[in-house]
């Protein structure tokens, strides 16, 4: 005979476990999303924001890259912020700093104030992207992860499928600061949310960090992107504005790898590039990466500006990539 009440409390006891964990998806999935969504988004407006700020190609370009720099950069403090502050922390610390420079953005007057307020929201981005998953791990079972990652990335795919589209029926209504406005909704809902429902963790103090070589590399990085962006023609290559940016680089990047030499803590180790399998799999990475972007860089400008076609086609055209490569993926 089955004890009912003895295995109704069995199930009392198991169903909590799982509640607070699709809560947590919830509010990483929604803070997450909302970082893809408003980096996909913003694609279809590039030709516009050339005509209204009268804008190079090479100008517009620094609304991905200062983006993507600032990301970049963020994603190597990302570690040692969330020991020193906590990774629950310093998520919701980095999404409110995302949903509010984003309406900042929405009243943005000049094309300084758009690259401010992309950089800003790259940073953000680059703490809460690697703490997603750690948060999820947190809370479900191990036996769960495999399919806690799945959904993670299948959403970052739908989001980065639907962005370019939301991001033109946006801009064709309400203009470019509209794009900024997607991220308040959503954004706030994982605020909430995740306040409530994130697992509070205990900090692990404060460990060492390799503060001179994140700052050559730092310099190192935005000195090569600015030598890059000074290039307009053949006669640029010899012209002061590139080439004492790409020295600087140069010489930052060498302190970069002859510095650990005299320090504890290292950012990079040099081992991890005496394996030539990782160092194959970086060039095609880095290869693709490379392809991707330039991609999503020249194909709202070939629609809008040398086809002449509505930003509805670029944001057909940017979905329909994305939703081939989340099948093929």
């Not at 005979?1 to 199930?11: G, I, K, P, T």
Request: aromatic residues 10%; glycine residues 6%; positive net charge.
């Amino acid at each position: 005979m089955v004890d009912v009440s003895n295995s109704a409390r069995l199930h009392l006891k198991h169903e909590p476990s799982h509640q607070p964990a699709r809560w947590v998806m919830l509010s990483v999935m929604l803070g997450t999303g909302t970082v893809s969504l408003s980096n996909s988004s913003f694609n279809p407006a590039l030709a516009t924001l050339m005509q209204q700020f009268a804008l190079s190609e090479a100008q517009v370009s620094w609304v991905m890259v200062i983006f993507l720099m600032s990301m970049s950069l963020s994603l190597l403090l990302a570690g040692y912020l969330s020991q020193t502050l906590g990774k629950r922390n310093l998520y919701l610390m980095a999404l409110l700093t995302f949903v509010a420079i984003s309406a900042v953005g929405m009243l943005a007057q000049s094309f300084n104030t758009v690259l401010l307020v992309r950089a800003i929201q790259g940073f953000a981005s680059g703490l809460m992207i690697p703490l997603s998953l750690g948060l999820i791990f947190a809370v479900t079972p191990q036996s769960e992860r495999g399919a806690a990652t799945g959904i993670w990335g299948a959403m970052i795919m739908l989001t980065l499928a639907c962005g370019p589209m939301l991001g033109a029926l946006l801009l064709l209504k309400w203009g470019w600061p509209a794009l900024f406005s997607v991220n308040l909704p959503f954004g706030l809902i994982a605020l909430l949310v995740g306040y409530k429902t994130l697992p509070k963790q205990p900090q692990c103090g404060v460990s060492a960090f390799d503060w001179q070589g994140f700052s050559t590399l730092s310099i190192s990085i935005v000195a090569l992107l600015l030598a890059l962006s000074q290039i307009k023609t053949r006669a640029d290559f010899w012209a002061p504005t590139f080439y004492l940016p790409l020295l600087l680089a140069i010489l930052m990047g060498g302190l970069f790898w002859w510095l650990p030499a005299k320090r504890k803590a290292v950012l990079i180790p040099a081992q991890l590039f005496a394996s030539p399998g990782f160092n194959f799999s970086l060039i095609i990475s880095v290869l693709h990466t490379v392809g991707l972007f330039v991609m999503l860089f020249a194909i709202p400008l070939l629609v809008q500006n040398a086809l002449h076609l509505s930003p509805l086609w670029t944001g057909a055209l940017l979905m329909s990539s994305a939703l081939c490569t989340s099948v093929c993926s």
